[in-house]
């Protein structure tokens, strides 16, 4: 059952990514990614991350595609500019190269020795175990995103102003 | 029973960090009342992370909490106490720009605290994740600082490429976390051990690549002259120093990890065609930026390409050879940068004018100043016949510590190239020094007089000399102390 759940989710995230890229209007790349986020969340429910799968489809599915396509109804794109957004020889050579290397890489990592298992039982990730992991060892990272939140808005802030 | 959540041990550690960040918390929030005072306001916490980050200089043992989040030791105390230098040096000569600017808020000096907790933080960790987020919290105040002008295109066409670029590398750096993670089961680099050797030393080079953007250095400069161009000169100054300082003192940390074989940075230094990287990276980044700087009329390019070619140098120190990494001279050679780059800047920013909105910073303006101005021609004099490494400056002294450094670790070579690039580099410090003094012209220049602009760089000049008198004159009050702190930093890496 897992295994079947595992190749479908799979095989949407795949083909939704290459979607993402190969698209040339923006707003059907947003579309496959929004799938694509969403497959990744069911890959992390079946690895019973459920905390993970919760903020994968709230913040990423959710709040960022909904920025991702303000920012495409704000650029208002012709018909002619987004032609050039389109899969051209070079792009789609680097992309494969980088994909290449990266499933090597991957490839490398699930036979080679070493390492760890990334499905191992002592991994539990239950809302209740990734707070206490946060609040006890992860605190101070932690309250360090905090600043860095901070920081962004205020920054933000001031790029935004009117006038000084 | 669990452990205490906080320990005298973790609030001594972190305190500089915690100081800053309140800080800039503080000052962006009293803008809403009283944005006139921002500049005194951080100072006043700058001070008070001074103060605590004292102590921290003679501490015994190094203190480390949270699995490497934070490592306080003599290193980082050291490291720590030049941003913040540095960043008192922003708060100084900002001011007067600001109010001819019209723009003096106190946002933007929140946003140098942010940007310093961010540096303090980078240099006392060897947590990757909090190596991360520190990067970040860093970079994204610089990337908004830069872009601070916003009547002047080029200020914006910096921001805008500072963010692209510096979000590419930070995810470069992430994906090489990442790869580590995978190979080695840990995101502390202290502990990092064994692992697939191609996955790590994939995972370390991505790592690496990560800083060798934000120090500047060949092939990863491009960005560099058009930043440091657009952006506001104080902030210029700001980025040049502190970005240096705290990429160079992070690397030196995870670089004296790698003693360890097995550590993935290991494969860096002293794997077999990997050892060959860093100095060719050293060779390409020292002689492209003396080279380009040749061709500058723009004074802060020609600056700008200078801290490229200073980055080459100081990477010279990284270098292990027959020893082990410099940290002894790098440090020197840093404090020394900080005071030549600063001054230089703070004299740029006295000279500077506005041409419909832009920053008018061509060197040909300069017609005359030293004879007009004898403080500031002999102070601009100080600052680039020390960037040139011409003694009795403390540039020449950090040369002097790098190179023979490098010597007695068997890198003839490469001490050859970098002596000869430093004899270049001299041809284009010197032509301010000649249009100062040997050229004059009739155009009246406006010079900004503002007092903390002269202090800043009255300080510059004394401190220069007073620590570039260092081989004749040990005994002047201050220069063992600086001595004993740079050797007993490097004695507190592993």
Not at chain 2, 81 to 98: E, N, R, T
Not at chain 2, 198 to 214: E, I, N, P, R
Not at chain 2, 226 to 248: E, Q
Not at chain 2, 379 to 402: D, R
Request: proline share 5%; net charge positive; hydrophobic share 55%.
């Amino acid at each position: 059952m897992e295994s079947v759940l595992f190749w479908i989710l799979s095989v949407v995230a795949v083909a939704s990514a290459v979607l993402t890229v190969s698209r040339s209007n923006p707003l059907a790349s947003a579309l496959s990614l929004t799938v694509c986020l969403v497959a990744v969340a069911g890959l992390f429910a079946t690895l019973s991350a459920h905390f993970l799968f919760i903020i994968q489809l709230l913040v990423y599915a959710g709040a960022v595609m909904v920025l991702v396509i303000y920012v495409i109804m704000l650029l208002n794109l012709k018909e002619r500019e987004m032609k050039a957004l389109g899969l051209s020889g070079p792009r789609v050579f680097v992309s494969s190269l980088v994909a290449v290397f990266v499933v090597a890489l991957l490839a490398r990592a699930q036979s080679g020795s070493g390492g760890f298992d990334p499905v191992s039982p002592v991994l539990d990730g239950s809302a209740r175990r990734v707070a206490e992991i946060i609040f006890t060892s992860y605190v101070y990272p932690f309250e360090v995103v905090s600043i860095l939140l901070l920081a962004a808005v205020v920054g933000v802030v001031v790029l935004g102003m009117k006038k000084f | 029973m669990n452990p205490p959540l906080v320990t005298g041990d973790m609030l001594r550690a972190a305190i500089p960090f915690i100081l800053l960040a309140a800080g800039g918390t503080v000052v962006s929030l009293a803008g809403a009342w009283r944005s006139k005072r921002g500049a005194l306001f951080a100072a006043l916490f700058l001070v008070l992370a001074f103060w605590k980050l004292f102590p921290l200089l003679d501490l015994e043992k190094g203190i480390e909490l949270w699995d490497g989040a934070v490592v306080a030791d003599r290193m980082s105390a050291f490291l720590g106490g030049m941003l913040l230098l540095s960043g008192l040096f922003a708060l100084i000569v900002s001011p007067p720009v600001l109010r001819r600017e019209g723009r003096n808020r106190a946002e933007y000096y929140g946003l140098i605290l942010f940007s310093l907790s961010g540096m303090v933080l980078f240099v006392s960790t060897t947590n990757l994740l909090v190596l991360f987020l520190a990067l970040e919290l860093m970079s994204i105040p610089l990337y908004v600082l830069s872009g601070y002008n916003r009547g002047d295109d080029r200020s914006g066409e910096a921001a805008l490429k500072y963010f692209l670029l510096g979000s590419f590398s930070s995810a470069i750096l992430l994906y090489g976390a990442a790869l580590l993670f995978g190979a080695t089961g840990t995101i502390n680099m202290a502990a990092m051990t064994g692992g697939d050797p191609l996955l790590a030393t994939a995972g370390a080079f991505l790592v690496l690549t990560g800083f060798l953007f934000k120090m500047a250095a060949v092939p990863f400069h491009m960005w560099a002259p058009d930043v440091y161009d657009g952006a506001p000169t104080p902030i210029t100054s700001f980025m040049a120093t502190s970005v240096k300082i705290a990429t160079f003192g992070a690397l030196l940390r995870i670089f004296s990890l790698a003693g360890g074989a097995a550590n993935p940075f290991a494969h860096i230094l002293t794997g077999e065609n990997a050892a060959k990287i860093l100095p060719w990276l050293a060779v390409m980044t020292m002689t492209l930026g003396n080279v380009c700087a040749l061709t500058q009329t723009n004074i802060k390019r020609m600056l700008a390409y200078s801290s490229i070619a200073h980055a080459g140098y100081l990477l010279l120190g990284l270098i292990p050879g027959s020893g082990a990494v410099d940290a002894k001279g790098i440090l020197y050679y840093l404090f020394a940068y900080l005071l030549m780059t600063t001054g230089a800047f703070t004299v740029v920013i006295a000279l500077s004018t506005r041409d419909k909105g832009r920053e008018v910073t061509g060197v040909e303006r300069y017609a005359g100043i030293g004879f007009r101005r004898p403080f500031l021609g002999i102070a601009m004099a100080v600052f680039l016949f020390s960037l040139a490494g011409i003694p009795p400056t403390a540039g020449f002294f950090g040369k002097y510590l790098l190179f023979s450094g490098a010597v007695h670790r068997g890198l003839t070579p490469l001490v050859v190239v970098a002596v000869l690039n430093s004899a270049l580099s001299v041809y284009y410090y010197l032509r301010p020094v000649v249009v100062f003094y040997m050229r004059d012209t009739d155009t009246p220049v406006r010079v900004d007089d503002a007092l903390s602009l002269r202090v800043a760089s009255l300080a510059a000049v004394v401190l220069l000399i007073w620590f570039g008198c260092l081989p004749n004159i040990g005994s002047l009050p201050g220069v063992p102390a600086l001595l004993h702190w740079v050797g007993s930093a490097a004695a507190a890496l592993p």
